[in-house]
């Protein structure tokens, strides 16, 4: 498995990988690329905090050997809101994320109820 990883200018509208939030154009963000076996995975994250959380995780053992999911990230974030910036804010997103999952879900249920 081979990985390249690079600083990019959006030129249109991205979904971060990590945090679910729109990388916008224009904004810089990280895209890796590995390819693995004949297949290519692009993984597009902002640079803070989801590019930096990604990378600590990383470093710190959640990856599964065969790369690092956004679910390995979010771990990683929950354990280390209260001494990490970028845990903190990833796990942030993450809440606000969910909350607005919840109401968006409420709505439906209460229109087909």
């Not at 280390?80 to 909350?99: G, M, P, V, Y």
Request: one cysteine or more; hydrophobic letters at 35%; aromatic letters at 8%.
């Amino acid at each position: 498995m081979d990985t390249t990883r690079a600083d990019v200018k959006a030129r249109k509208r991205h979904s971060c990988e990590v945090c679910g939030w729109p990388i916008e154009p224009g904004e810089t963000y990280e895209r890796a690329v590995t390819f693995d076996a004949g297949s290519v995975g692009v993984w597009k994250s902002h640079l803070t905090p989801c590019a930096v959380a990604t990378d600590r995780a990383w470093f710190d053992g959640y990856q599964d050997g065969d790369g690092i999911t956004a679910d390995s990230v979010a771990e990683w974030a929950d354990e280390r809101q209260d001494t990490d910036e970028h845990a903190a804010e990833l796990t942030r997103r993450l809440e606000i994320n969910a909350q607005r999952w919840r109401e968006q879900r409420a709505k439906e249920l209460e229109v087909a109820g």
